[in-house]
């Protein structure tokens, strides 16, 4: 929120008891979050100068710290980034098998995609709907089983049935095995319809609001865009679009998607797509932060936890009550000011093995800085024995709960699980599996490597729903995640606590190993 200098001098004399410090820990919390949660640094968009000046300042605090600079450049690995965003709508043109034009608003009904790949993108073919778009063996499941899309756009569903489960659901749902997917089948083209639970979510107007931002991507060696999976994304559709591609069918196939199983058999449509995506495509630059805090045992010193979390937001967008810097002070510079305290209280004590801190970029356009990092380790890839990752902490009450994503698919679990209980916190399951959380987050990128990982998130008990509802529903990704939130600092230093003791055990115990026959262990650990 835009304040004077005299009117934040007075909010923060008058603050309520709730924002002030109560031990060193919670100090350097508000300090930290005050610095880079401010207007100063206009929502710390990946790519920016502002978000330049907030790597100095953790740069500065790692060296305050006393950590060993680790990246490419003393502190900082470069990372060379595309920029890309829809230049105007483009062209998206449906038309029925008679040859009529059948309308189709842009805004309301569709949202055009976008691509780092060429400045004009042109697709057209017919339309097959293939349901979720599922496609997993280990259930007996293909929704493209008896449908033909070679050469043809698939529009698949967004999300993954609720049977699944939380984090193999996450992974289904993910963009690129989606769209992998379907290029696997010969498709030309995906187009996207939103569900009832994913409109509750994320309303298709917060999408239409940040239609224009940037898009990115990591820039590969011969100055290409890294693109995972080329097939492009041709338009996302809004529930109120889906009787214009679905028909009649409309409302019984939107039913569907909410059961459990979520079975939907996949049609031709009697409708084709021309589409034409118009990108602005430009080079940018960033930078991750990488620190590390040397082990204490020479025999594993050359082994490393990794304690990750994201120092990008989402910048500037059109305003919302006449505010139009997106502070992302819950997102995330909670997360970054207590990683940056969790190397505070690891320092005058190190764990055997050697900690790494990454405060990464462009997390917001898709964990960019992490698999950045991931793919080009400033350390060996095979030294790495883990991620703890710091990401998105509601403290604004007082958690007696976590929710470990991750951590029971790998040894991390037990230590997860003792450092909670050191702590009288308790373990809870995922409170909000529709919303995908084990793939949207820096740790999924270092799983994509083979490596365990754990996402930790403040619980829903002791007043946390309410919280976490609240902060989602009135200031995920909006300029009101701002410090005129009641944020707990005592409740950001035991957050850091925790975290703490869990990085603790993990370099002191033995190296974390994924359980036998886990999902994620047999899509990506190393054979």
């Known amino acids: 929120m835009r304040k004077s200098l005299a009117g934040l001098m007075l909010v923060l004399l008058l603050s309520p008891a709730w924002s002030q410090p109560s031990s060193p820990s919670a100090a350097n919390i508000k300090a930290d979050m005050a610095f880079l949660a401010s207007d100063k640094l206009k929502g710390r968009e990946a790519g920016s100068p502002e978000y330049d000046l907030a790597a100095n300042y953790v740069a500065d605090q790692m060296k305050q710290i006393g950590l060993k600079p680790a990246g490419r450049n003393g502190y900082f690995q470069p990372v060379p980034l595309i920029a890309y965003r829809p230049r105007d709508e483009g062209v998206i043109a449906l038309t029925a098998k008679d040859g009529e034009p059948v309308p189709f608003v842009f805004g309301t009904d569709y949202l055009t995609g976008d691509t780092p790949q060429a400045a004009k993108l042109a697709v057209s073919a017919p339309l097959v709907f293939v349901g979720y778009g599922l496609v997993a063996p280990e259930h007996g499941r293909d929704d493209y089983a008896g449908l033909d899309v070679k050469g043809k756009i698939v529009v698949a569903l967004a999300g993954a049935p609720k049977f699944l489960q939380t984090e193999e659901r996450a ?61 492009p994304g041709l338009a996302y559709v809004s529930v109120t679009g889906a009787p214009k591609l679905l028909g009649s069918r409309a409302n019984e196939i939107l039913d569907a998607a909410e059961t459990r199983d979520g079975a939907i058999k996949g049609f031709d449509l009697p409708l084709s797509l021309k589409a034409e995506l118009h990108s602005e495509i430009k080079a940018a630059e960033s930078k991750n932060i990488v620190g590390v805090l040397p082990g ?35 997102d995330n510079a909670s997360g970054v000011a207590t990683t940056l305290e969790v190397a505070r209280l690891l320092k005058s004590n190190p764990p055997r093995r050697s900690v790494l801190f990454l405060v990464d970029t462009a997390e917001e356009k898709g964990l960019i800085g992490a698999e950045y990092f991931a793919r080009n380790p400033t350390v060996p890839l095979p030294a790495i024995t883990s991620d703890v990752d710091l ?23 037990p230590s997860v699980r003792r450092a909670a209980v050191g ?15 084990f793939t949207r987050s ?18 829903y008990a002791n007043g946390g729903k309410a919280a976490t509802e609240l902060f989602m529903r009135t200031n995920y990704h909006k300029p009101s995640d701002d410090l005129s939130q009641p944020i ?40």
């Open 442 to 459: 820096d740790h999924y990128r270092f799983v994509e490597q083979g490596i365990p990982a754990v996402f930790l998130a403040t619980g």
């Open 171 to 231: 992974y289904y749902r993910s963009g690129r095995i989606k769209l992998k997917a379907a290029m696997d089948h010969g498709a030309v083209g995906f187009v996207s319809i939103g569900t009832r639970t994913g409109e509750k979510l994320y309303p298709f107007a917060n999408s239409v609001r940040q239609y224009k931002s940037w898009g990115m991507t990591w820039r590969q060696s011969d100055g290409k865009p890294f693109v995972a999976v080329p097939l």
């Open 296 to 330: 204490s045992d020479p025999k594993l010193k050359d082994e490393y936890v990794v304690l990750s979390g994201h120092l990008d937001h989402i910048g500037i967008t059109p305003p919302v009550n006449g505010d139009s810097i997106n502070n992302g002070a819950l």
């Open 488 to 527: 707990r600092y005592d409740v950001g230093a035991k957050f850091a606590k925790l975290n703490t003791a869990i990085t603790r055990e993990l370099a002191n115990g033995a190296r974390p190993r994924w359980n036998k026959g886990d999902f994620f262990a047999a899509k990506f650990a190393k054979k």
């Open 391 to 413: 990401d998105m902490p509601i403290i604004t009450y007082d958690f007696t709960d976590v929710v470990a994503f991750g951590a029971d698919r790998s040894s991390i679990g």
């Open 423 to 437: 702590m009288n916190v308790k373990l809870s399951p995922d409170p909000m599996p529709d919303e995908g959380i």
